[in-house]
């Protein structure tokens, strides 16, 4: 009680802190890059990013309230202030959501795995390898990683106890990472894989954000999701072997598939309107019809199919983290309407004069993000850090995309454990500290953060000949 308490007390004096650092922002004398309604933009925002990092309040309501903030000084309008609930993007990421908890609600996710099983090798690196690339392969069909990494977790638990692996041993952990890669760190594989990748490309440009389809993200981040398979797996394989496994009996698969029953009506219909989904979304600079159309259409035709009802769209739509990314999808447009872009890019010109070179580009990004991601959570870090690459990709001479998906690659860093919600989900699904020895976490993500920096190097030659960089 006292330690909470302590802690409580602690975040009371930075909150304290934080208001004060924002009045004297505030309150400094406007200056020709600088006016007055910027400053108080930015005294607002260094507030709001304070409260974000120390928790004191959840990050919708601090979100919110730095609307109402800007709003109610007059540095920008009501509209401009709340403009990123009006983003198609927004919509969008409410859209797919609703997809997602159609998945997880029917069973057809726990279904398609258990599928995927029965074509690879009952061992123990036949199921890592299984676990992997049925994680790649169901990516782009349910946009949420965390129900992914929830649901899958415990049939990784299962398929552990069935290969006879020691507690806390090295295979166990093996496969928590090999769960990982497929389950989460794939969410970056596709555009609609995870909502935070609708998020990342909302804070685009509008001219940019029109040039991403799901068909331009997969093939431009190509390189870079073929290196961080390749070379993470191997990591697993190599580092996390189990020589003394068992074999999976069949049994066992055949069991799992007789506690699911035969494919439900639901099930059915959530495959047809997902598989659709897809195509149209792969499909859709070609048929003209918007992501934002189709996600949305799908979750609204799923809720008149009554597969979908108010409980769900009500408890399981993550409406706390929805109200939040509204706020950071409108950013960008509140920093550009009083000058704090351009701002921002001539401060930062001077300190990155030598950046234009691509490859050093990708490298100081992912360091920075590798340092911001142990004090800040993904969804800030790839808020804030986005918002600020981008201008200065542009400053650059480099497409803003390369600047948010380096950021976005980078911000799937796990360690401290809890600096990633969703590998407290996989640790906990995984049977937790009784099964998983958590000191393999450090090495583990120092090897994702080298495999995720050389997999965006591998990209910049392909953005080169694209004239991207």
């Given at each position: 009680m006292s330690l909470k308490k302590n802690n409580f007390n602690l975040k009371l004096v930075f909150e304290v802190l934080s208001i004060a650092l924002g009045i004297v922002v505030w309150m400094l004398p406007p200056s020709d890059m600088l006016s007055k309604e910027a400053l108080m933009v930015l005294g607002v925002t260094l507030w709001g990013v304070i409260n974000l990092i120390i928790g004191l309040a959840p990050s919708y309501a601090v979100g919110i309230l730095m609307c109402i903030l800007w709003a109610a000084s007059g540095a920008v309008d009501f509209g401009t202030a709340f403009n990123g609930f009006t983003n198609s993007t927004w919509w969008l990421i409410i859209g797919v959501m609703g997809l997602g908890t159609a998945v997880s609600k029917c069973g057809l996710l726990k279904r398609l795995s258990l599928l995927s099983l029965k074509f690879f090798k009952p061992t123990y690196k036949g199921q890592i390898i299984a676990v992997i690339i049925m994680g790649i392969c169901i990516a782009p069909l349910i946009p949420s990683t965390t129900a992914k990494c929830a649901i899958m977790g415990a049939l990784v638990l299962g398929i552990a106890d069935e290969l006879g692996l020691p507690k806390r041993s090295a295979g166990r952990f093996g496969l928590l990472m090999a769960l990982w890669l497929g389950f989460n760190i794939s969410g970056n594989f596709f555009l609609n894989a995870s909502f935070q990748g609708y998020m990342v490309l909302g804070q685009l440009p509008l001219e940019t954000q029109a040039a991403y389809t799901w068909t331009t993200w997969f093939v431009r981040s190509l390189p870079w999701t073929i290196v961080v398979t390749v070379l993470f797996a191997l990591y697993i394989l190599l580092f996390y072997k189990e020589n003394n496994a068992k074999v999976i009996a069949k049994e066992y698969i055949d069991d799992q598939f007789k506690e699911l029953g035969k494919l439900k009506k639901d099930e059915k219909i959530v495959a047809l309107v997902m598989a659709v989904c897809l195509v149209l979304f792969v499909f859709e600079q070609?048929?003209?019809?918007?992501?934002?159309?189709?996600?949305?259409?799908?979750?609204?035709?799923?809720?008149?199919?009554?597969?979908?009802?108010?409980?769900?769209?009500?408890?399981?739509?993550?409406?706390?983290?929805?109200?939040?990314?509204?706020?950071?999808?409108?950013?960008?447009?509140?920093?550009?309407?009083?000058?704090?872009?351009?701002?921002?890019?001539?401060?930062?010109?001077?300190?990155?004069?030598?950046?234009?070179?691509?490859?050093?580009?990708?490298?100081?990004?992912?360091?920075?993000?590798?340092?911001?991601?142990?004090?800040?959570?993904?969804?800030?870090?790839?808020?804030?850090?986005?918002?600020?690459?981008?201008?200065?990709?542009?400053?650059?001479?480099?497409?803003?995309?390369?600047?948010a998906v380096v950021v976005y690659g980078c911000s799937v860093v796990f360690y401290p454990l809890y600096v990633h919600p969703n590998m407290l989900i996989c640790y906990g699904a995984c049977g937790g500290e009784e099964n998983i020895d958590i000191s393999k976490l450090f090495v583990a993500d120092i090897a994702y953060m080298v495999v995720c920096m050389l997999g965006f190097l591998a990209c910049v030659p392909i953005w080169s000949m694209l004239g991207m960089c």
């Open positions: 070609q048929t003209g019809i918007a992501s934002v159309s189709v996600a949305c259409a799908a979750m609204v035709l799923l809720t008149f199919l009554g597969i979908l009802g108010p409980q769900e769209y009500t408890n399981k739509t993550l409406w706390p983290l929805v109200t939040f990314i509204g706020v950071a999808l409108g950013m960008g447009t509140v920093f550009g309407s009083v000058g704090i872009t351009d701002w921002i890019v001539s401060v930062l010109s001077p300190l990155t004069s030598g950046l234009n070179n691509p490859y050093l580009f990708v490298i100081v990004v992912c360091i920075i993000t590798y340092i911001v991601r142990i004090f800040v959570d993904q969804v800030t870090t790839n808020v804030f850090l986005v918002s600020i690459m981008v201008p200065l990709a542009m400053q650059l001479g480099l497409d803003p995309w390369i600047g």
